[in-house]
């Protein structure tokens, strides 16, 4: 059965003043034939008007020609550039429905496609995805990356690796009496464990790739009335949480997202933490708590009309995460305490004072935190699950007691691998042996 032709709005729905519909597969020139279009030049922009089956005209456009197999998809494929309004889209999109073997796309079946013309890996395919998603630099930059191969390189090679210590392996086994190279099994189980290092430095990234795709989660915490809700309306300069001189303001966590110098970050305020003795905040309390423990980044924030009495419930939570800062700067008098000791960070939310510098230290540390701007981490917990199944398979391979129980392994390493790029075929084993040893002429 051959694939049926596909179309799709590709721009934003809505109004807008141009409007893309992709068509893909192998109706789509008769399709652009059907909605009068003369037969366009590959690749070049044609200007088009567009009827519909009684001749009525939907629009004054372009289109653009993607003859299979050089477009996205590997398949015949038109672009079609319309005015975008919701009248011409629905017109555009009823007169090619009504068209034989041309039906609406599913949600990613362009992508799918060009995936199953081998186009693009599965990693390439998720980093489009990622790209469409997109809200930060940094986002943007990883998935670009990601798109361009860097991942689908990394895997693919680590694959070959192990497919030709399997290979080797395979020979040890079969033929044992034939003219091996010498030192054959020493090799392959170096080669093994060399992979098996690359993997593990791989997964041993501090997960920098997925908080970057994913937002680096940053909590506030302190004693109540320290200012936490007013640092937090400060960052995302709204008021997102009610703020009053009452300790005990805060209950619930509150979140919000922002774009911190091109990293999303996500900041929860929490409720101040004390002994309340009222069930509900001593909920809010354990919520805090919580979060902080989970959280990426802590920013622990101290009631300068305490100073120089630090908080201890708050002091006691501070880590190698967590920046300090001492609130209400404005109401400490002995200026000399700004000098950076304790490590802490002087701020007033009300005055300005100290915000900007202490931004641009959480903005250091969140970049810390996520993608370093060069290699290629890893981004999803599918790539972690998959990496980490190959690595325990390649352990067992290794304290296998028999050569053939140790080849399954390296199997299972292998499919775990060709699981992450979307491959998975064994026949190119069979290929390596022969292309290395000429075994049995
Ligand atoms: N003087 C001074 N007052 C501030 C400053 N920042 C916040 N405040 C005041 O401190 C009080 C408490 O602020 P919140 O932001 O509600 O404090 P919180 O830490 O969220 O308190 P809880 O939600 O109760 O835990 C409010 O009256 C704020 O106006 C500051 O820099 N200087
Ligand atoms: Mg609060």
Redesign the pocket.
Known sequence: MTAATIFALASAPGRAGIAVVRVSGPDAARAITALGCAAPVPRRAMRAKFHDAAGTLIDDGLVLWFPAPHSFTGEDVAELHIHGGRAVIAHLSDTLCALPGVRPAEAGEFTRRAFEHGKLDLTQAEALADLIDAETRAQQRQALRQMGGALKELYDDWRHRLVQALAHLEAVIDFPDEDLPQNIATRLWDEVTDLRADISRHLDDNQRGERTREGVHVA?I????????????ALVRRDA???????????DVIEVHLDLGGYAVTIA?????RDAGDAIEDEGIRRARKRAREADLKIA?F???QFPLLDAATHALRDAKTLAVV?????IRDAKSFDERDGLHF?????G?GVAEFLRALETRVREESDAGTGAPLSRARHRVALEECRDSLDRAKAAPLPELAAEDLRLAARALGRLTGRVDVDEILDVVFRDFCIGK
């Open positions: 506030i302190g004693p109540p009335n320290a200012g936490k809700s007013s640092l937090l309306n949480a009610i703020v009053s001189d009452t300790p005990g303001t805060t209950r305020d929490t409720a101040g933490l924030l009631d300068g009309a609130n209400k700067a404005d109401l701020i007033s939310v009300k005055t004072f």
